[in-house]
């Protein structure tokens, strides 16, 4: 570069860079506050379905009656495993992440989705809810065929989250962990431009379809930096064992320069939004399931990450042991994670459609200077 040229500004990760607007959520890092479409995450934690939720997210307003339980009713004729995505799944073997089978079943339900090219509101509103009923089918029968158990058929006379349990456990487990389970669904379903969501709205920017953004969202959700993490907190659980041994190993692990899954947010320096809610809901598994060694274990290693590094744990920390309790083989945790988000993403694709342009940044070259190929 000659020496008049300006170098230009590259903020490596995006960092600090306001990409676009959204009206979908609000995340504040100073006063550790997060609103879906204006009201605050916790409040819809405590007073809503998850249904409502996803109906917020897509529309702005919370549904009326009427209008939740039309979204209700499109949803529960949508339940069962389409024939074409049970053949897909049973191609995949099980030695493949969980990840991978769901990325999969849903580049299928995309694929045999007649409308797929629909791209009005209308059609992908119904894309959304396609998918809000189907992923729970994929998710569930996913984790019964790795322990050699048969699908369990969906119950209509459930709702959203009894139904996704039934089809996972093949029974709907006591209502504080239905009621659990729903928290940590409302708490993962939106985060304004988190790298999935971003992935979501660059492929929609090129005019590509609704399954298509979602699909790549899945890939970058996959990842321990991001969604993968919720997973990894519990391997980390593993690894170190009784909540004696917690200092320790997190003393061996700083010092060989390893990342501690779950702690640590781009965003939110002082601490997760969510913690404080998702932390309550994993109490009361705790003393449902009479677990205080797992509750000590969290409690000694989070101390010690505070005491050495000063940083706090993110959602997916309290998350991982909760679905743990649950029941979820760890593999699961991460297309639980989708199952909440894909409302998110899918209002994202909604939003940026009705304001679309390309998304395109640009790079500054660090390759050779122009060269020729040598005479021959
Ligand atoms: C739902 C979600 O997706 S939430 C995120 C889930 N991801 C995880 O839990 C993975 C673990 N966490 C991390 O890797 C990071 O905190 C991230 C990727 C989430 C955010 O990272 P960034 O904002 O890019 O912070 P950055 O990577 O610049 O880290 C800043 C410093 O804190 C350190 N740090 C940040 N998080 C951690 C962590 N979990 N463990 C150890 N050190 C950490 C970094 O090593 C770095 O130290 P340095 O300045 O001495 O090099
Ligand atoms: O916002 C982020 O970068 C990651 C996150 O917490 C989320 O997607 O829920």
Redesign the pocket.
């Known amino acids: 570069m000659s020496q008049t040229q300006t170098e230009p500004e590259i903020r490596k ?1 995006l ?1 600090g860079v306001v990409a676009d607007t959204t009206a979908i959520s609000k995340v504040n890092p100073e006063t550790n506050s997060l609103l879906y479409r204006g009201y605050p995450v916790q409040e819809l934690a405590a007073r809503c379905t998850f249904e409502e939720v996803a109906y917020l997210l897509w529309h702005g307003e919370l549904p009326t009656p009427a209008e939740l339980a039309a979204l209700e009713d499109a949803g529960r004729g949508q339940r069962a495993l389409a024939r074409e995505v049970r053949a897909a799944v049973d191609l995949v073997p099980t030695t493949a992440h969980p990840m991978d089978v769901l990325r999969t079943a849903v580049s299928v339900i995309g694929a045999t989705d007649p409308a797929v090219d629909d791209a009005s509101r209308e059609g992908n509103l119904a894309k959304s809810v396609r998918l809000l009923a189907q992923i729970p089918a994929v998710v569930a029968y996913d984790q019964r065929r790795r322990r050699g158990q048969d699908l369990v058929e969906a119950r209509p006379d459930l709702g959203y989250v009894e139904n996704f349990l039934h089809m996972t456990f093949g029974e709907v487990p006591d209502p504080v962990v239905v009621d659990a389970f729903r928290v940590s669904l409302i708490l ?1 379903a939106e ?1 304004s431009f ?3 969501t971003f992935t979501a709205r660059v492929i929609t920017s090129t005019l590509s379809d609704l399954y298509s953004a979602v699909v790549g969202a899945i890939g970058a ?1 996959k990842g ?7 997973e ?2 519990m391997h980390v659980f593993d690894e170190i064992g009784t909540a004696e041994d917690a200092e320790a190993w997190l003393d061996t ?2 010092a060989e ?11 939110y ?1 002082h601490g ?1 939004s969510r913690v404080p809610t998702m932390k309550a809901a994993l109490d009361t598994l705790v003393a449902h399931y009479d677990r205080p060694d797992l509750a000590a274990l969290y409690d000694n290693l989070e101390r010690a ?1 505070v005491a050495r ?1 000063n ?1 706090q ?5 309290p ?1 991982g042991p909760a679905y743990h309790l649950m029941g979820f083989d760890t593999a699961t945790f991460t297309p639980l ?1 989708v199952a909440a988000r894909n409302t998110g993403w899918t209002a994202h694709i909604m939003e940026q459609l009705a304001a679309n342009s390309l998304i395109r940044p640009l790079s500054a070259y660090s390759g050779p200077a122009e060269r020729h190929l040598p005479q021959r």
Not at 259 to 267: C, K, L, N, Q, T
Request: charged share 20%; glycine share 12%; no cysteine.
């Open positions: 990760g960092v993962y985060h988190n790298a999935s959700l321990p930096l991001h969604g993968g993490a919720n990894a907190v692990a700083l320069k390893r990342r501690i899954m779950g702690f640590g947010h781009r965003v320096k997760d990450m590094k940083i744990p993110n959602l997916d920390y998350s994670f």
